[in-house]
């Protein structure tokens, strides 16, 4: 397991130079992208609606393979090779008919571990994840905020140090939302995971990440993503961090880099 302070060393994940295209080439939709995370970082890509967001995390995820460029893993090319990276889509996704345990352990078990164990090795975890005694629950005897932890914990069952993850929290309420992105924050700095979150929720990505990263641009309109501008955020350790006039400064540097107005 990596630790927070590799956080100087080399990054958990890299991308270099991608560009990105869903017809190999003729319709760009990002290109010059480079980015890193560290282990027990957390990331924010905050861009548009279809400005390429998830485009870009398929990529790293090694779902779809660049026109252009290299995806790292510690140094490591895996360009195109599904299965290194944990990833969660947009929607939590738990299957309705599987118990809450079977599915946190469903990443184990289709790795081949026999279910009794992977059912085990699942519990151990679901005190660290907020979920104790939801073990033998259906999902749909979850509240939300439930739903979205045991997700989380699917997809650290994945096994991977990187963790890419398209709009984690957007189907949540408000409350529920930012207690989740506290929890979110700590717990994979104590696990060292690498986490890139996509979002198109400015307010999202400032209250997450220790860097955002803004992705600008008009594919649909012939004109390729790029990134546009990161902007690196101190925590000044306080709780409501959100209402502090340098939470209001650093929005305002992210939504002049997304090219719109702040609203007052
Ligand atoms: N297979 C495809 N065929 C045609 N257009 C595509 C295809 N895949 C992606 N696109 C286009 O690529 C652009 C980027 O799409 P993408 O889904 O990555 O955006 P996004 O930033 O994730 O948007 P959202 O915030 O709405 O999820 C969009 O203009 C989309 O229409
Ligand atoms: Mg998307």
């Known amino acids: 397991m990596m630790l927070p302070d590799d956080a100087g060393g080399r990054p958990a994940l890299e991308a270099c130079g991608l560009t990105l295209s869903w017809d190999g080439g003729m319709h760009v939709v990002a290109e010059g ?10 990331v924010c890509l905050v861009g548009r609606s279809g400005c390429g967001k998830t485009t870009i995390l398929h990529a790293l995820a090694g779902l779809t393979r660049p026109v252009r460029g290299r995806v790292l893993l510690h140094g490591e090319d895996v360009t195109g090779q599904p299965g290194r990276v944990s990833y969660m889509l947009q929607k939590d996704l738990l299957l309705p008919n599987l ?5 946190a352990s469903l990443p184990l078990v289709l790795g081949g571990m026999p279910r009794a164990e992977a059912r085990q090795r699942a519990d151990g975890l679901f005190a660290r994840f907020g979920l104790e005694g939801t073990q033998e629950l259906w999902p749909s005897q979850l509240s939300g905020g439930m739903r979205q932890r045991a997700a989380f914990l699917r997809t650290y069952l994945m096994g991977n140090e990187v963790a890419l993850l398209d709009e984690p929290f957007s189907a949540l309420d408000a409350i529920t939302r930012q207690e989740l992105r506290t929890w979110y924050v700590g717990m994979s700095r104590e696990l060292g995971i690498a ?24 594919p649909a309109e012939g004109k390729p993503s790029a990134i546009v501008g990161e902007v690196r955020i101190e925590r000044p350790g306080v709780d409501d961090f959100s209402i502090t006039h340098a939470y209001v400064d650093i929005k305002r540097e992210v939504m002049g880099l997304l090219g719109a107005e702040v609203a007052r």
Do not use: K, P, Q, Y
Request: no cysteine.
């Open 195 to 218: 986490s890139l979150v996509i979002t198109h929720d400015v307010d999202e990505a400032v209250s997450l990440a220790s860097r955002v990263l803004v992705l600008a641009g008009s």
């Open 33 to 42: 992208i480079d980015l890193d995370v560290h282990g027990g970082e957390v």
């Open 99 to 103: 118990r809450v345990l079977d599915n």
